[in-house]
């Protein structure tokens, strides 16, 4: 049973670009939240999608927005790419009938130069 | 604004010792205290969790112990063993109606077991 699955590994972009990471959630997973980890920290909440639409959302700006496919799959879209934007970003999937059953994905390192 | 602070920021322990890594909360709506263990290039693993009616939960070598009128936690590792080198997470989650709740983080402590 594969878990969650992110897309790229790593990823190197320059100021002022964007940046589209992908998210597959774990098999009879249904809500997809994403986490921004920077270097040395605790995983900090973006934001999160049930039934394609954002259902809560953390303190980031509006670069930051997402997007979930009828499949459950997700899409994190950083627009404007600040050095401070460099972090590891997290998908975690979880049902909604186990509010708090989540599986991390292992992320995708950004790095902004 | 930090919800959730965890301390000591790093910790070496010898083989067979007691790790003990604490947390602190200040959202009294929190009602769900989980840890996670990340190992380099991997995302968070959920290791053991706690409601606030219990006061302490165990599972092999690790336990929970829960506070609820200081608004503290703290995980104990025992018989600490070289693998378990990592960095833990506490992280606190309030209710939400209809979805999936979010997790707070506390800022992680890096675990070193010497032997």
């Known amino acids: 049973d594969a878990g969650v699955t992110q897309s790229p590994t790593h990823l190197i972009k320059t100021r002022g670009q964007q940046v589209t990471l992908r998210c597959s959630p774990k098999s009879g997973h249904d809500t997809v939240s994403w986490y921004q980890q920077a270097l040395g920290q605790g995983p900090q909440f973006i934001f999160q999608y049930y039934e394609e639409e954002e259902r809560q959302r953390g303190n980031f700006p509006d670069r930051f927005s997402g997007h979930q496919f009828p499949n459950y799959s997700s899409e994190l879209n950083v627009n404007a790419l600040l050095l401070g934007d460099s972090a590891l970003y997290l998908c975690?999937?979880?049902?909604?009938?186990?509010?708090?059953?989540?599986?991390f994905g292992s992320g995708t390192r950004l790095t902004v130069v | 604004q930090q919800q959730v602070k965890q301390s000591p920021q790093s910790l070496i322990v010898q083989k067979g010792g007691i790790s003990i890594i604490n947390c602190a909360y200040e959202n009294t709506a929190f009602d769900y205290f989980p840890w996670y263990q990340q190992f380099p290039g991997k995302g968070p693993a959920l290791l053991i969790a706690?409601?606030?009616?219990?006061s302490e939960k165990k599972e092999g070598r690790f336990t929970i112990s829960f506070n609820k009128s200081a608004k503290q936690f703290s995980l104990h590792i025992m018989d600490s063993q070289p693998g378990d080198s990592a960095t833990y997470f506490c992280a606190a989650s309030s209710p939400n109606t209809g979805t999936a709740s979010k997790l707070t983080f506390g800022t992680g402590t890096r675990l070193q077991v010497t032997l």
């Open positions: 975690a999937s979880s049902r909604t009938q186990r509010r708090y059953g989540y599986t």
């Open positions: 706690i409601r606030p009616d219990v």
